[in-house]
């Protein structure tokens, strides 16, 4: 529970706009094209965009081998799951409603926090964690009906996010002596691989060549998702509380959810603008700053 610096919150804002956007640009990514070649393609492309920024910060890539297992264990929660699990969740259903599931990850990371690692949360991050369950809850009060008849999208998206929020818990907790943006950059090369086997066993019978939308969408995720957005998200899970850096991205399901229905045409209801809401306050609980 800390104030951000001034550089942690236009990290901030960057991220929200980049990952808020892409959820549409996802969905329509993916609407005629497989799902897990999409991201495997975004990955591959993403790695090299990442690897410039990192020579031009002059950040080295070398991880000690003593700390290999370590990178694997966390890119299997904060990558492989999240991304195999929520890209075929996106195909099943609308990108606001996948996006909004998959941001309960805030919930399911203070839980996981105050009962798993004996996180003391103050009362007000109790009220951030209750605000925005019950944004989730109102975003989906339209969608049981639809959401009953896509359970494996349902299921999808929940998984992806608690495994997210477990390992966002275990790298705010990694003591690996490397910058934060070698361990990005290795846990994307990792995913892009992992990403790649599956598209070959799963969905090689699916192959074709991209067109203009599914390029458009690809090539957003490489640079400013795999480029920017993840190497951002985990330096701030490294550089600030768990509950500052869960709660603090909760615009990002409400900006997904507006961006689909003005980009795709799907439906608002008046849930929508209460949620938005009390979005609002899950943030506002978290990075409002203490009276000294």
């Given at each position: 529970?800390?104030?951000?610096?001034p550089?942690q919150?236009?990290?901030?804002?960057?991220l929200?706009?980049a990952?808020?956007?892409?959820w549409?640009?996802?969905k329509a990514g993916?609407q005629?094209y497989?799902?897990?070649t999409?991201?495997a393609?975004?990955?591959w492309?993403?790695?090299?965009?990442l690897a410039?920024?990192?020579k031009?910060?002059?950040?080295?890539?070398?991880i000690?081998?003593?700390h290999w297992?370590e990178?694997?264990?966390?890119?299997?929660f904060?990558?492989?799951?999240w991304?195999g699990?929520i890209?075929?969740a996106?195909?099943?259903l609308?990108?606001?409603?996948a996006?909004?599931?998959?941001?309960?990850m805030?919930?399911?990371s203070?839980m996981?926090?105050?009962?798993?690692?004996r996180?003391?949360l103050p009362?007000?991050?109790?009220?951030?964690?209750?605000?925005?369950?019950?944004?989730?809850l109102?975003?989906?009060?339209?969608e049981?009906?639809?959401?009953?008849?896509?359970?494996l999208?349902?299921?999808l998206?929940?998984v992806a996010a608690s495994?997210?929020?477990?390992?966002?818990?275990?790298l705010?907790?990694t003591?690996?002596?490397?910058?934060?943006?070698?361990i990005?950059f290795w846990m994307?090369?990792?995913?892009?691989?992992?990403?790649?086997?599956l598209?070959?066993?799963?969905?090689?019978s699916?192959?074709?060549l991209?067109?203009?939308?599914?390029w458009?969408?690809i090539g957003?995720?490489?640079?400013?998702?795999f480029?920017f957005?993840?190497?951002?998200?985990?330096?701030?899970?490294r550089s600030?509380?768990?509950?500052?850096?869960t709660?603090?991205v909760?615009?990002?399901?409400?900006?997904?959810?507006f961006?689909?229905?003005?980009a795709l045409?799907e439906?608002?209801?008046?849930?929508?603008?209460?949620?938005?809401?009390?979005?609002?306050?899950?943030?506002?609980?978290?990075?409002?700053p203490?009276r000294?």
């Amino acid at each position: 529970m800390q104030k951000l610096s001034p550089t942690q919150l236009w990290l901030l804002i960057g991220l929200t706009l980049a990952w808020g956007l892409n959820w549409p640009v996802m969905k329509a990514g993916v609407q005629d094209y497989p799902p897990l070649t999409f991201r495997a393609l975004s990955m591959w492309l993403g790695v090299p965009v990442l690897a410039l920024g990192l020579k031009m910060l002059k950040v080295p890539f070398a991880i000690p081998r003593a700390h290999w297992r370590e990178l694997l264990v966390l890119a299997l929660f904060n990558m492989f799951i999240w991304h195999g699990c929520i890209i075929i969740a996106i195909k099943l259903l609308s990108s606001g409603r996948a996006a909004v599931l998959g941001y309960t990850m805030p919930i399911f990371s203070a839980m996981i926090g105050a009962w798993v690692f004996r996180d003391r949360l103050p009362p007000r991050a109790w009220l951030g964690v209750g605000a925005a369950a019950l944004g989730v809850l109102l975003l989906l009060a339209h969608e049981f009906v639809h959401l009953a008849g896509k359970p494996l999208g349902v299921i999808l998206a929940l998984v992806a996010a608690s495994t997210w929020a477990l390992g966002t818990q275990m790298l705010r907790r990694t003591a690996m002596p490397v910058p934060t943006l070698a361990i990005s950059f290795w846990m994307t090369c990792l995913a892009a691989l992992v990403m790649g086997l599956l598209s070959v066993v799963f969905e090689s019978s699916q192959w074709k060549l991209p067109g203009r939308v599914t390029w458009f969408s690809i090539g957003y995720n490489a640079v400013l998702i795999f480029g920017f957005a993840h190497a951002t998200w985990f330096y701030l899970a490294r550089s600030l509380p768990p509950m500052a850096s869960t709660l603090s991205v909760m615009m990002i399901p409400v900006l997904g959810l507006f961006s689909g229905a003005w980009a795709l045409g799907e439906v608002l209801y008046w849930q929508d603008w209460a949620a938005t809401a009390l979005m609002v306050v899950a943030i506002g609980s978290v990075l409002w700053p203490k009276r000294a």
